[in-house]
Every structure is written in C-alpha cells, then in structure tokens.
C-alpha cells in the first residue's frame, strides 16, 4: 500500500507530458495544415488595381519576322568569344558593333536615344524619359560568349545559326545574345511606333562577362558612377522559365533571381625536397595535399537550407505541388531541416543547400621516377547566402588542418545582397507582372544564380538586382548553357522581343498599386 502513492504521482507525471507532447503536435500540425491550404504569397498584386497605362500593342507580321531571325542569326554567327581576362576575339566585338548599327537604324538615330562604346567594345544607351522625378533603371546584358567546337559534338556548327525542328542552334543563342538582341530589337520597335518613355532607362551590353567583366561592365559602372547614377533596379540575364524541369510542380514556372552566390578559388600547395623514387619518404608532397583534398570533399560545408532566398522559392510554389510536397513546402518554419536532408543528395540541388566544394585542378609531378617537390591544387567555392568569404576560407583552413599546406586565396567575393521581392518591390513586381500578363499559366518566383553575371558590379549603384529572361528551359536545357548544343526556339526568341516590349512600358508607371496579401507570417 505505501507504495502506491509514488508510482501514481509518476504515472500522472507521465501522462501530462504525454499528453502535452499530443496537444503541441496537434497544434502544429493544425497550423501547419491550415497554412498548407491558404498560402498563396503570389495572389498579392494580382487583384490590384495597376495604374492605367496606354500601351503600345506589338503585333509582329511575316517581313518583321523574316527580318528580326535574320538579325538573330547574325549576331550569332559572329564569334565573339572570351578566351581570358587579356584575350578576346577583338576583331568579332568590332563587327558585331557594326552589325547593331545596321540591324537597329532607329536606336541609333533616335533623339532620344544617347549611345556611346565603352572600353571600345562595350555599348551603353541612355533612353531619355518625360518625367525625370521617375528613377531610372538598366537592362543588362553582354556580347561575349565561351568558346566552342563542332568536334565537342554540336549537331550543328557552333557559329551557324543553322535552323533545326524550329529551333536556332549556335552559342550565344541563350547566353547572352538572345537578350542583346532582343532589348534592341524592342526598343526598336517602340521608337518606330513614336513610343516615348515616362521612365528614362539605361541599356548596357558588356563584352567580357564571360571573363569577369572587369573591363566591360566595371567601366559601364565607372561612367554611371561619374555621373551620380542611381538605378531604381538592375535586369539582367540568369534564371529562366522552367518547364517540366521542377519535379511535381503543376505548370511552368518563373524564377526571378534575387542573389547570387559568392565565390572562391582558393589555391592550396605543398612544397618538399625532391626526391628518387626508389628512397621515397613516407609522406610526398602529392600524398599529403590529396589527403587534404580528400579532408575537404567528406567534410562539405555546413547545411544552410532555409537561411537565403531559397526559402521565399519554395513558398512561392508551394500551391503548385500536390500532398505531401505541398505540406512540407508551405510549411518551411517547420520542415527545412528535413529538406535540406534531401535535397542534399542530389548534386543540382545541393547547391541551394549549401556552400559547393570542386577541386577543379591539381597539378604535380614531371617524370616517373622523381618525387615531386611541389604539388598544388585549386579549389573553387560557390558561397551560400548565409555565409561569408571569410567564413569559408576559415572552414577550409580548419579542414585541411595541416600546417604543411599552405593556403591561398586567389579571388573571391562575398554572396550578392538580396534583392527585394515583397509587394512593394518595384523592379520584380514589374518583371512579374509583364511575364504573367504573356505567360498566364506560369508561376512567379525569387530565385538564387548558383552562378555569377555582370549584374554583381552595380550593387553599389541600386539595391535591387533581378537576373532573369523569359527563355523556356525544358528537361536536358540547363546543360546546353555552356555546353554542346545551345539552342533556341524561333517561337521564342519572338516571345524575347515581346517580353521586352511591353516590360519597357509596364515600368513607365510612377508607382505600384497597394497589395492584396495573403501572406503567412510563420
């Protein structure tokens, strides 16, 4: 009997806590499905009422249509390529100014219209607007292309334009020059309709994107700052419209750029006295560097998933999943650990995880029989949001933990700031307004470039950088950027020039109408 009490106090004890355990999974998962079935952040402007514009319409007919390809190809077949920092095919950068010359008479005769070459091979207009208390913006792109060669494999020559199942295939034609050609091509049209802008707007073409821009677009940026230039927003190429490409995703959807990664390439090395073969030492130069390689691939840097833009992505497109996705997706407060887990197993979406570890060289050794007294290898680091250059170069340092390798940074920045992408975000709301007004099956959303663009040289002259074109990416599309194959459809290179077209005239509005939210707080 004298037991009994004790037990009794722990059994109810226990049956508090489970029974607080059941009430607090309840309530989450009560919250979690109640924002499940109400979470639309892209409702928003939507059902606003957008200030009243008189748009011009483009409607463009068989003579255009023939002629603006022509251009296209054109510009194509001119191989403006970027060997290196100090290399670049000069003589194709010279004809493809006289090609824009040629292919868009109004643009360059236009009052309204200053053009001027910057650094010799890199262009910048500045369209005059009415209305000079409206902010300008700038639309980014660049000339310059990678190298290619039909041996890579290319089923048509890398410089042809040759035309297959209605697609144009040749580098250049997603990266950059369908948007070169494309802005152009648009504002050419808009002045032959006598369009006049309310919104003064920069265009700028760079010419060594693909090299850094350090001669280009950071001289573009030089004369903007000269001038006390200050941009409501930056647009520049990077992410795209993707079909068929997101796993369970229902429709297409857009995403709009909000950051990038940072970058490193630090460069580690080994230096010893060299040796024969046959009185080897029990630790070489090439053996104690691979061990610290090895050290750097097991140990990846930490999960960051849920801690940049990534996160507004997927809630972007939560509604567009089916159950469970939608579950886990819409509640990211809740499950971000547990997709960072699995999303880190696959290779193309460990990168929105975290910061991404390549060797990319290694190099030692000149003869069989000699022990090498150096040995080097580079290694590059695309940085996460959340984290800094600093951090990763000290993660690394405690990593190798050898002082028998020394590192070094090569080059290296910290991640872009992101970019607004709220309902008062001027710059992405327009951008999302004028792809949803072409595209109205497609859903909008912020996005992060695991790679980099010139657009990352102006953040000191605006606080909002948007790097997106409407280009359609289906499954297989990602690995023609840079690789064999680049391609794109007839259809849409015009859906590019239509795009632009009315992204022009929707920015002519002083200011956004006020949102319709729906958005969650948790």
């Known amino acids: 009997m004298t037991d009994s009490g004790p037990k009794f106090k722990i059994f109810k004890f226990l049956k508090i806590i489970i029974s607080s355990l059941f009430l607090t999974v309840l309530l989450l998962f009560t919250l979690a499905s109640i924002r499940t079935f109400t979470l639309d952040v892209n409702v928003g402007l939507q059902l606003a009422h957008w200030e009243k514009t008189n748009n011009i319409s483009l409607v463009i007919d068989h003579h255009q249509r023939e002629e603006l390809l022509a251009n296209f190809k054109e510009a194509i077949r001119i191989p403006t390529v970027s060997f290196s920092e100090t290399e670049g095919n000069t003589t194709a950068l010279r004809e493809f100014d006289r090609l824009l010359r040629k292919a868009f008479p109004t643009v360059f005769s236009s009052r309204l219209v200053h053009h001027e070459l910057v650094a010799n091979y890199s262009h910048l207009f500045w369209v005059k607007g009415s209305n000079p208390d409206l902010v300008p913006y700038l639309l980014l792109a660049h000339i310059d ?133 046959s009185m080897p030492p029990r630790e070489t130069s090439i053996g104690i560097l691979a061990g610290a390689v090895k050290r750097l691939e097991e140990n990846p840097m930490p999960r960051l998933f849920g801690h940049g833009p990534e996160r507004g992505t997927f809630e972007h497109l939560a509604h567009k999943f089916k159950l469970p996705m939608k579950f886990i997706m819409s509640n990211f407060w809740l499950f971000s650990p547990l997709l960072g887990r699995i999303l880190e197993k696959k290779s193309d979406t460990n990168a929105f995880v975290r910061t991404t570890t390549a060797v990319t060289i290694f190099n030692s050794g000149v003869k069989v029989n000699v022990i090498p007294s150096l040995a080097e290898a580079y290694v590059n680091f695309r940085i996460h949001s959340a984290q800094t250059l600093q951090e990763v170069l000290d993660l690394v340092q405690s990593t190798v933990g050898d002082e028998r390798v020394k590192m070094e940074l090569v080059d290296g920045f ?21 792809v949803l007004d072409m595209f109205p099956s497609v859903t909008v959303a912020p996005g992060i470039c695991i790679g980099n663009t010139d657009s990352r040289h102006f953040k000191d002259l605006t606080n909002d950088i948007y790097r997106f074109a409407p280009i359609w990416f289906k499954p297989g599309d990602a690995q023609r950027f840079h690789g064999i194959n680049e391609r794109i459809s007839k259809k849409n290179y015009e859906e590019l020039v239509v795009f632009y077209f009315s992204l022009i005239q929707n920015c002519d509005i002083q200011k956004l109408p006020e949102p319709h939210s729906s958005v969650h707080e948790l």
């Open 145 to 277: 292309v990678v190298p290619a060669s039909e041996s890579d494999g290319w089923e048509a020559p890398p410089f042809s334009a040759k035309e297959i199942d209605g697609f144009i295939y040749g580098r250049g034609t997603i990266d950059d020059k369908g948007p070169v050609m494309g802005i152009l091509q648009a504002l050419e049209y808009l002045l032959i309709k006598d369009y006049a802008p309310r919104r003064g707007f920069y265009i700028g073409l760079g010419h060594d994107e693909e090299v850094s821009g350090y001669n280009g677009a950071m001289s573009i940026v030089r004369l903007m700052k000269q001038r006390n230039v200050q941009l409501s927003f930056v647009m520049d190429e990077g992410l795209a419209v993707l079909d068929g490409v997101i796993s369970g995703l229902d429709g297409p959807a857009a995403l709009i750029g909000i950051s990038e990664k940072g970058s490193a390439t630090v460069k580690l090395s080994v230096s010893m006295a060299p040796g024969h073969s």
């Open 414 to 434: 910290d991640p872009l700031p992101v970019s607004s992408s709220d309902e008062k975000s001027f710059g992405f709301q327009i951008i999302k307004k004028t």
